[in-house]
């Protein structure tokens, strides 16, 4: 015998009514069953609503009886043939008819007791039940309709009435004996012995079927619903959340303490007792396996899910004099009690100087009071401060029995909360070790809940967060790329890429599920777009609160690099092009790296030397390894190097730049490259990485740029100015050529000082062969002595650079596995 228990929602229509059909239908050759119904969905709070209405005087409880009437009407006429309605269709009217003279009596005694309540309530069940028992007949069933008055006997106490099992037990027992058939049995419902109505309390209808299933010695329960079973998460709040498949009772119990609303636990002791296997189903997606929830934990996780509760204030009791007041925490536990206090969570330090609870917030009036009254001596001797309540907090919770067998849990709990930046405020670990508790606050709760879900779920498969500020042409290369990797990348290595934010220095605009990345828009193009505010912009990302958030700056911009430190400090990751933040001052450049080590993210920003050629990477493993560097001599500047080698092809100066900032290799504004600023600033954070305390000033360096050019309206104008120079850079050209030389614009790095400039080159010299937009990079180390360590390839353009700036993305999402 099975007993199957389905919710309101599973009936609330008669569509949803036929896939009840057809779900009984498919079980009528898997043996014997019962089925236990609900009220239609949503009937019984318009009963109850009703009779509150009724009792206040507001005669609009007439209204939403009537409605009610016509919806069971409705549902009798769809589910039940013309010629057999009218013996179902009276015995509703005569329920209704009953409800209004009941509502009447309310309105008119202004007074609706609990018993009264329960025998209102009790109408839901009795309706849908006895209609749905004769539409089963209909279909072929041998329905026999029970209502569970008639068996099910409790004490008088109305709402939420206990029951009392060895008459129940005989009773359906002989019920069952007596009348063969399919029993179509009320949910929630119950009686005294006197036959007054009783209901079971919240989710009593589950109850209902566990009680059979407990009577009849079922071989399992199954509560069919609305979701596929006790997901790992919610799923509203966490989208990677599925269903778990199998559960201990305990975890089951734990679980649905702390919000997983599938189930509660009183309703399965009796199925929990008599250890008959519970399934939560989907009527909705019947070959979806759901939960099975029993003994047993084939699985072996350590946390089966994470569960979480919202409202919650915390309570601090604390005071120096305490140490020495007998038996605090009785006392408080003891006021709490009394004034019907229920607490959620308890952390203490072991001196009981100080106490941390946590309580449902509708409660913290109460509390605070029964507490301040208790101590009302010790408060005023100053032994104890008055409660201090901290409001708008949460709850997760990670909750797996073999967190009993195995260490390890809460360290990656809370790990995992650290490194996202999470405030735990308390923390408790129930004795049982089913559960590890932290309280949190509300704004960071659904980051908590990614957070831990990741840790214990998806350790192998991460989501990186992105807000790229600066979609130019390397950010959007960088877009594009992302595009078309993405599913690869959550194929085969379990890294998936979502961008929340968007922007370049006019507008921004944000997505809450991620941009669609193939046809994403640009900023000023994107649905609710706004002017480009930096801080807001950041503020924005803040609230988002992702875990894993990752900010990307393809700006050349001071203002972006100046925030760096503020998003360190939100605990977000930083990769980045852009060199301003490294090439500022030496305490700057220091600073921010140790914030990124204080604050545990990582600043990634390979592309600031030679675009993707792996030189930053390269230069720290050498470092890391103990090396020294001794000399560094290179082309760092595509542009540059593709400006005076194409140049020698026969094409005018300032034509060639103009192709240069065409083919994407300049900076935006191209007078960076020819002054020699950007080689510098690369040379600056070479040198630094390399270890060594260089400021800007110890740089000299020869600009390109001829001193009329250097002031212009725009990049128009410099490049109209320029063409007047065409000839000098031909005699430069001509002089290096006859020599049998080439031109090559080169950094040096010794002792401390550096140099970027202009210089001839014969064939013998390394950077004579340089073609394009490459760059090379000579390191003579302390081990690299006699032959020095070689980079080479091109070190600008778009897609070099979005593929530099892309890697360090993917190096993020190995990071933090
Ligand atoms: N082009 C290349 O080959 C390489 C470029 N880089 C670096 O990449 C960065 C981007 O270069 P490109 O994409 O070529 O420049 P770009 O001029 O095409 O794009 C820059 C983008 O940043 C936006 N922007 C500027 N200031 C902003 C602000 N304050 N707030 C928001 N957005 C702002 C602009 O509107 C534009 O969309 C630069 O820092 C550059 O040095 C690094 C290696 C190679
Ligand atoms: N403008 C730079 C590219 C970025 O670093 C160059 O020409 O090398
Ligand atoms: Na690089």
Not at 363 to 382: D, L, S, T
Request: hydrophobic share 40%; aromatic share 8%; charged share 25%.
């Amino acid at each position: 015998m099975k007993v199957l228990k389905f919710g309101g929602s599973s009936v609330a229509n008669p569509e949803n009514i036929r896939k009840v059909f057809d779900i009984l239908r498919a079980k009528s050759n898997q043996g014997e069953f019962t089925v236990v119904f609900s009220a239609f969905g949503g009937v019984t709070e318009v009963l109850l609503q009703s009779a509150q209405k009724a009792m206040l005087g507001d005669k609009s409880y007439v209204d939403q009886i009537k409605i009610l009437e016509d919806r069971h009407f409705d549902t009798v006429k769809k589910l039940i043939p013309i010629q057999l309605q009218s013996a179902v269709l009276t015995f509703v009217k005569v329920r209704f008819n009953e409800l209004e003279d009941l509502f009447h009596g309310i309105y008119l005694i202004k007074e609706c007791s609990p018993r009264t309540l329960d025998y209102v309530g009790s109408f839901g069940e009795r309706l849908s039940t006895y209609i749905l028992a004769e539409a089963l007949k209909v279909e072929g069933f041998p329905a026999i309709y029970l209502d569970a008055r008639e068996v099910i006997r409790t004490n008088a106490r109305f709402g939420n009435a206990k029951v009392d099992f060895s008459i129940t037990n005989d009773l359906i027992l002989d019920f069952f004996h007596n009348n063969p058939g399919l029993k179509v049995i009320t949910g929630f419902i119950a009686s005294t012995e006197k036959g007054e109505t009783t209901t079971l309390g919240r989710s009593g209808s589950d109850y209902t079927a566990a009680i059979f299933a407990s009577a009849l010695q079922a071989e399992d329960l199954e509560i069919w619903t609305d979701v596929s079973g006790v997901m790992t998460a919610d799923p509203r709040l966490v989208y990677t959340a599925f269903t778990i498949p199998q559960l201990t009772y305990s975890e089951a119990m734990e679980l649905s303490h702390f919000g997983a609303k599938v189930i509660f636990p009183a309703t399965m002791q009796p199925a929990m007792k008599k250890g008959i296997p519970i399934y939560i189903k989907n009527t909705f997606d019947p070959e979806n396996p759901g939960t099975l929830i029993n003994g047993d934990d084939p699985s072996g996780k350590l946390i089966k899910g994470i569960s979480s509760m919202s409202g919650i204030s915390l309570l601090n009791i604390e005071g120096a004099g305490l140490i020495e007041v007998l038996g605090v925490s009785r006392r408080v536990f003891g006021a709490l009690a009394d004034s019907g206090v229920n607490v959620v969570l308890i952390s203490q330090a072991s001196s009981e100087h100080s106490i941390c609870l946590a309580i449902r917030s509708i409660e913290v009036p109460k509390a605070k009071e029964a507490i301040e009254n208790e101590f009302i001596y010790e408060i005023r001797n100053g032994e104890m401060d008055p409660v201090v309540v901290v409001s708008n907090m949460a709850i997760v919770a990670a909750v797996g029995e073999n967190m009993k067998h195995n260490p390890g849990a809460s360290g990656r709990m809370f790990q995992a909360l650290g490194r996202n930046n999470v405030n735990v405020y308390a923390i408790a670990q129930g004795s049982s070790e089913l559960n590890i508790s932290a309280v949190v606050s509300q704004a960071d709760l659904q980051k908590a809940l990614n957070a831990l879900h990741e840790a214990f779920f998806l350790s192998d498969n991460k989501v990186l967060h992105l807000f790229l500020v600066g979609v130019g042409l390397i950010g959007k290369a960088l877009i594009k790329m992302i595009a078309n990797q993405r599913e690869k990348l959550q194929r085969e290595n379990d890294l998936d890429i979502q961008i929340h934010g968007i922007a370049n220095s006019r507008f921004m605009a944000f997505h809450e599920d991620g941009f669609d990345l193939k046809n994403c828009p640009a900023p000023e193009d994107a649905k609710g777009a706004k002017p480009m505010n930096l801080g807001k912009f950041i503020a924005q990302m803040e609230e988002m609160n992702f875990s894993n958030s990752v900010f990307v700056d393809c700006t050349a911009s001071q203002e972006v690099a100046d925030a760096y430190e503020s998003i360190m400090e939100a605990k977000v990751a930083i990769v980045t092009p852009n060199k301003k933040a490294n090439s500022g001052s030496l305490e700057k450049y220091k600073e921010l790296k140790k914030l990124a080590y204080r604050r545990g993210v990582k600043f990634l920003y390979e592309t600031n030397v030679a675009a993707g050629l792996p030189v930053i990477n390269t230069l720290q493993d050498l470092m890391l390894s103990g090396d020294k560097v001794i000399r560094i001599e290179a082309v760092l500047s595509g542009s540059m190097n593709y400006i005076f080698s194409e140049f020698e092809k026969g094409v005018s100066f300032s034509e060639v730049v103009r192709q240069a900032k065409e083919k994407g290799y300049t900076e935006p504004d191209p007078r960076d490259d020819l002054s020699g600023m950007d080689v510098a600033r690369k040379i600056l954070i070479l040198g630094r990485e390399a270890e060594q305390e260089l400021h800007f000033e110890d740089i000299s360096i020869q600009s390109m740029v001829p001193k009329d050019c250097e002031k212009t309206q725009d990049v128009e104008e410099f490049f109209e100015k320029l063409k007047a120079h065409d000839g000098e850079f031909s005699r430069l050209l001509d002089d290096a050529k006859t020599k049998g030389e080439k031109l090559r614009f080169m950094a040096t790095l010794e002792n401390g000082k550096a140099k970027v400039g202009l210089n001839s080159v014969d064939n013998s010299h390394p950077f004579f062969v340089l073609k394009g937009s490459d760059n090379m990079i000579l390191f003579t180390t302390e081990r690299y002595h006699d032959f020095p360590m070689i980079i080479r390839g091109p070190g600008a353009g778009a897609d070099v650079t979005a593929a530099g700036v892309f890697a360090d993305v993917i190096r993020l999402g190995n990071y933090s596995r």
